[in-house]
């Protein structure tokens, strides 16, 4: 039987991607739970982080409280993910997985979807740890439209998440898979699960940490 206190192997990154309202955000916190009580410590972390002065500015941002230049955000965003990436870092030696919602490729997407170059706006995230898997969870963005709360904040409209969703589709790598999110949410759930006890596994095994577009 395994030993799933395995030492001195380290916890899998694992980035869950999509268009707001594709329902990331409570399938962040279930994957982390369920993972927990298969006995395999997870922990979330979620993009933008609102909690740091940097995270603040964004919130505000996003509320439209406050006005930014598009690169002065895209570069926010950025530093608020460097300044999670050393505690990230230690958390995966120390064998935890981190589910992360939303990552990087959030940054390229939702300001190239603005019209800005994509290698400007892949060069900030460049040397940040690179996930072992994306799950993008995949539904159309008239489909996210109707689910509640939409309309909220700066990006959710409908013309700027097609946008969006197309910056995507070119960002897609081998580290990818693409889920139906348009299925029910233990459908999903149970789907995410299994897909991510495999890698948890293989990081087990020694699969060593890279950087990001590099
Ligand atoms: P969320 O808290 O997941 O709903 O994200 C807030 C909004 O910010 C959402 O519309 C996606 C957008 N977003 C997330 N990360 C980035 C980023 O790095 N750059 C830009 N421009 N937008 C982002
Ligand atoms: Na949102
Ligand atoms: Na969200």
């Given at each position: 039987?395994?030993?799933?206190?395995?030492s001195?192997?380290?916890?899998?990154?694992?980035?869950?991607?999509?268009?707001?309202?594709?329902?990331?955000?409570?399938?962040?916190?279930?994957?982390?739970?369920?993972?927990?009580?298969?006995?395999?410590?997870a922990?979330?972390?979620?993009?933008?982080?609102?909690?740091?002065?940097?995270?603040?500015?964004?919130?505000?941002?996003?509320?439209?409280?406050s006005?930014?230049?598009?690169?002065?955000?895209h570069?926010?965003?950025?530093?608020?993910r460097?300044?999670?990436?050393?505690?990230?870092?230690?958390?995966?030696?120390?064998?935890?997985?981190?589910?992360?919602?939303?990552y990087?490729?959030?940054?390229?997407?939702?300001?190239?979807?603005?019209?800005?170059?994509?290698?400007?706006?892949?060069?900030?995230d460049?040397?940040?740890l690179?996930?072992?898997?994306?799950?993008?969870?995949?539904?159309?963005?008239?489909?996210?439209?109707?689910r509640?709360?939409?309309?909220?904040e700066?990006?959710?409209?409908?013309?700027?998440?097609?946008?969006v969703?197309q910056?995507?589709?070119?960002?897609?790598?081998?580290?990818?898979?693409?889920?139906?999110?348009?299925?029910?949410?233990?459908?999903?759930?149970e789907?995410?699960?299994?897909?991510?006890?495999?890698y948890v596994k293989?990081?087990?095994?020694?699969?060593?940490?890279?950087?990001?577009?590099?």
């Amino acid at each position: 039987m395994e030993d799933k206190s395995k030492s001195g192997s380290r916890g899998a990154l694992v980035v869950i991607e999509g268009l707001d309202r594709c329902g990331k955000t409570s399938q962040s916190s279930r994957l982390v739970k369920n993972l927990d009580e298969l006995g395999y410590p997870a922990e979330l972390f979620r993009f933008p982080d609102r909690n740091t002065v940097i995270g603040q500015m964004i919130s505000s941002y996003l509320n439209s409280d406050s006005q930014l230049d598009d690169r002065t955000i895209h570069l926010l965003f950025s530093a608020n993910r460097w300044e999670k990436r050393s505690l990230m870092e230690s958390k995966l030696q120390s064998g935890i997985t981190l589910i992360v919602d939303r990552y990087a490729y959030s940054g390229v997407a939702f300001s190239s979807a603005k019209g800005l170059d994509i290698e400007w706006c892949k060069a900030p995230d460049m040397g940040l740890l690179a996930p072992d898997l994306v799950l993008y969870l995949d539904i159309s963005p008239e489909k996210a439209s109707e689910r509640g709360g939409y309309g909220g904040e700066r990006y959710e409209q409908l013309e700027f998440q097609k946008k969006v969703a197309q910056s995507y589709q070119v960002l897609q790598d081998a580290s990818w898979k693409i889920i139906d999110a348009n299925r029910t949410v233990e459908d999903v759930e149970e789907h995410m699960r299994d897909i991510v006890l495999d890698y948890v596994k293989t990081c087990r095994n020694g699969k060593s940490l890279s950087q990001l577009w590099l």
